[in-house]
């Protein structure tokens, strides 16, 4: 079965608003909700990845000086899920509770292996 790699990316501007925390409440029906998720493609699952830390570019050449965009500030986590193909690879990622809305998107990409 294909897989796929789904990167959470983040879609706030500098002029995005910033969204209130959740309440417990909020986060306790989050959690049931991601939980009924995991179960529901558990199948699908392969690795639920996790959010992005520090990294570097590496080149050949060293980096020119500047001010370069963070990849944790574009992307905001990563997992990857099995299916038969794109599209249920899409009904997947878009199931997860709080991977696509407002503020974020999902990008699936077919992971092609020798």
Known sequence: ???YLCMQRNLRTANSPKGEKPSPAQMQEMYAQFGAWQA???TNLVDMGGKLGQGR???SQPAADGPFVEVKELVGGYMIV???NLDE????????PGLVGPSSGV????IHTP
């Open 57 to 59: 570019l590496v080149t």
């Open 89 to 96: 690879a899409i009904e997947v990622a878009r199931g997860c």
């Open 1 to 3: 079965m294909p897989k």
């Open 107 to 110: 990008e699936v990409i077919e």
């Open 82 to 84: 099995s299916a038969d």
């Open 40 to 42: 529901k493609f558990k």
